[in-house]
Structure formats: C-alpha cells, structure tokens
C-alpha cells in the first residue's frame, strides 16, 4: 500500500522563526511530490518537485526533494502568523494523489 | 473565474436520505478527482475519472456513485446517508494526472 508520512505532525513556533517539514514516502511507479498549504478551504499548491537535489524557492518557502532517500523537506524561514496552516505532502503515482496526513503550523506573535 | 467550483458549499441533512455534489473545472483538464477530508484533516482519494472514464475507486462504499457526463463535469451521488459520512468532500482537477492538481473549496458534508 502507498504511505506518505509528514512529521512532525503539528509545532508552534514563534515569529521569526525557521521550520523545517519533512516528508517521506513509499510509493509505486513514483512521479512527483507535493506540497500544498491548507488554511480554512482548499488546499493551495506551494510546490512540485519531480527531480532530486534541485530546491525550489518561492519567498520565505523553499523544497527540496531526495528521491534515493524517498524524502522531501519543505523548510519555511522567518516564519509570520499568515504562515498558520496545516501543510500537507502528497505523491503522484497511477493517475491518483496520495496525500500524508499533514502537519500543523501555528506560528504565535 | 473560478477554477474548480462545487456546489453546495454546505449541506446538512438526515440519516437515510440521499444527496448530490457537483464540481466543474473549467481548466480543460482531462483527469477529474473526489477527495474526503475527515475530521483529522486527513485527505483519501476516492475516485478518479480520466475523460469521462472511471480509472480509480478506492475500495468507497456503493452508496458512493460518481458520474462524469463530460470531461469539465464529476459529480458525486451519496445514496442512504450515514453518520460517518460526514466530512468535507473536495473536487480536483489535473492535466493528465501528473500534476497541477488544482482543488475546489471543498463541500461539508453534515449528516445528522
């Protein structure tokens, strides 16, 4: 069976801070890894990462994914409170999105 | 414009009656997606159609039955609603099921 697992599952962090997400999986026929970011609706797409060892930077946010150690972290510097959220991880294989069952962000003042 | 669009946003009804979600996408993407969110905020695939074609269903229950008239239309019929059906229920799109998966805002789901 396909496992995505997120760890930590949820930490507080205070403003300024830096997180680091981490991600693992064990999936057949591997494409690509996600990262979204959840706050009250939808998830919003952060990040796809198809090759290993190339990060990708958007702002404070950047990813990073090592396909020999089926892992990916998604690292989140001088972190603000618009940064509370659950994150979650999700692997794209057989036409589906498996996601892990995320990891919650509250960033405090 | 939006994306991927669900209706209704909210839907609260009685054990035993039966009840519909629609979902647009007008992206032109091909592969078409339902997703169950629980109450630990934990995201399951549940179907997914490929130009109007059923290629996934993880192991969802008949009362489920999802129809695809076209490739910009997945709605969901849930037969016989039951308490642990509630939950929040997300449409998605994809080109080809390789990425870009772009969410709707999802639809609650309370069964009372």
């Known amino acids: 069976e396909d496992k995505v697992v997120q760890s930590p599952l949820s930490l507080v962090v205070h403003e300024g801070d830096t997180v680091t997400l981490n991600c693992s999986y064990e999936v057949t026929n591997f494409r690509s890894l996600l990262w979204y970011k959840q706050e009250k609706k939808a998830p919003t797409f952060l990040f796809m990462l198809t090759s290993s060892g190339i990060e990708k930077k958007s702002g404070r946010l950047s990813s990073i994914l090592d396909k020999k150690e089926l892992s990916s972290i998604l690292n989140i510097t001088a972190t603000q409170t618009g940064d509370s959220a659950i994150y979650l991880c999700?692997?794209?294989?057989?036409?589906?999105?498996?996601f892990g069952a995320g990891t919650t962000v509250t960033v405090r003042a | 414009d939006t994306a991927v669009s669900q209706t209704p946003k909210y839907l609260v009804t009685q054990m035993g009656n039966d009840k519909s979600i629609k979902c647009e996408q007008n992206l032109g993407h091909d592969t078409m997606y339902w997703y169950k969110q629980d109450s630990k905020k934990f995201l399951k695939i549940m179907f997914s159609?490929?130009?109007?074609?059923?290629?996934i269903n993880e192991t969802v229950p008949n009362r489920f039955s999802p129809k695809s008239p076209d490739k910009a239309h997945l709605n969901l019929h849930i037969n016989s609603l039951e308490l642990g059906d509630s939950a929040v229920y997300f449409c998605?799109?994809?080109?080809?099921?390789?990425?870009?998966?772009?969410f709707g805002s999802g639809t609650r789901l309370t069964v009372v």
């Open positions: 159609y490929n130009n109007k074609e059923l290629i």
């Open positions: 998605a799109s994809s080109q080809g099921g390789q990425g870009g998966y772009t």
């Open positions: 999700a692997v794209i294989n057989d036409y589906k999105l498996s």
